[in-house]
């Protein structure tokens, strides 16, 4: 069992950045995946970034890639998404979730956070 609590969120203006914080509990969180999601008013949950188990590997988003880092401390039980040059497209819920599959292009959703919102003005 792992229990994620996401924090950080607030609002910001377009151009700004924000550091976002997935803490976790349960003895097994460093064996996860970890992924950060977002989901918008009126739209789909989408994919933003993967970090694998070890903090080795990355995967982004398209819409993110260049902006936005995942990062994440195994001995806080604590991953990050650091967002820069925020646009106000970037409004949104953000979620992190443990995820079971090791391949950073594929999902296997085992627990998500509640979410924090994320709010970025023109």
């Known amino acids: 069992q792992v229990t994620l609590v996401e924090s950080g969120g607030g609002l910001v203006q377009a151009g700004g950045s924000l550091r976002l914080s997935c803490a976790a509990s349960?003895?097994?969180?460093?064996?996860?995946?970890i992924d950060w999601f977002r989901q918008a008013p009126g739209k789909e949950r989408e994919f933003v970034a993967a970090?694998?188990?070890?903090?080795?590997?990355?995967y982004y988003a398209d819409s993110v890639k260049g902006r936005f880092t995942i990062s994440r401390d195994n001995a806080k039980n604590t991953v990050y998404l650091q967002m820069n040059s925020l646009k106000p497209e970037d409004t949104a819920v953000y979620y992190c979730a443990a995820d079971r599959a090791q391949d950073l292009r594929l999902r296997a959703i085992a627990y998500w956070g509640q979410g924090t919102q994320v709010t970025v003005s023109s």
């Open positions: 349960g003895r097994a969180f460093g064996t996860y995946v």
């Open positions: 970090i694998s188990w070890n903090g080795g590997s990355t």
